[in-house]
C-alpha cells in the first residue's frame, strides 16, 4: 500500500461507497495507486484527494467527470 496508512485504508474501505470519491478511493487502494497520482492527474492537491477518499467532501463540477473518466480509465 504505497503512501496508504492502515488507518487511511481502513477508513476507505469503510467509507460510504455511495460516496464518488469513496469509489475513487477504494479504486485507488486496491490498484495501488498513489495518492500524489491521483492529485497530479485530476489536477487537485492530495489533501482533496483525502477528504474525497475518506467522504469528508464530494467532488463537484468538472472535478466529477474526471474522477468518472479517471475510474473508467482504471477498468
Same mark, same amino acid.
Given at each position: 500500500?504505497?503512501?496508504?496508512? %492502515?488507518?487511511? @485504508?481502513?477508513?476507505? +474501505?469503510?467509507? *460510504?461507497? @455511495? &460516496?464518488?470519491?469513496?469509489? $475513487? !478511493?477504494?479504486?485507488? $487502494?486496491?490498484?495501488? %495507486? #498513489?495518492?500524489?497520482?491521483?492529485? +497530479? !492527474? $485530476? =489536477?487537485?492537491?492530495?489533501?482533496?484527494?483525502? &477528504?474525497?477518499?475518506? !467522504?469528508?467532501?464530494? #467532488?463537484?463540477?468538472?472535478? =466529477? *467527470?474526471? %474522477?468518472?473518466?479517471?475510474?473508467?480509465?482504471? *477498468?
Amino acid at each position: 500500500m504505497r503512501g496508504y496508512s %492502515i488507518r487511511v @485504508a481502513e477508513a476507505i +474501505k469503510a467509507g *460510504d461507497s @455511495a &460516496h464518488l470519491g469513496v469509489q $475513487l !478511493g477504494r479504486a485507488c $487502494l486496491a490498484r495501488d %495507486i #498513489p495518492v500524489s497520482d491521483v492529485a +497530479k !492527474g $485530476l =489536477r487537485v492537491t492530495r489533501q482533496t484527494v483525502y &477528504h474525497w477518499f475518506l !467522504g469528508l467532501s464530494e #467532488p463537484r463540477g468538472g472535478a =466529477r *467527470d474526471a %474522477i468518472q473518466t479517471y475510474l473508467a480509465s482504471l *477498468d
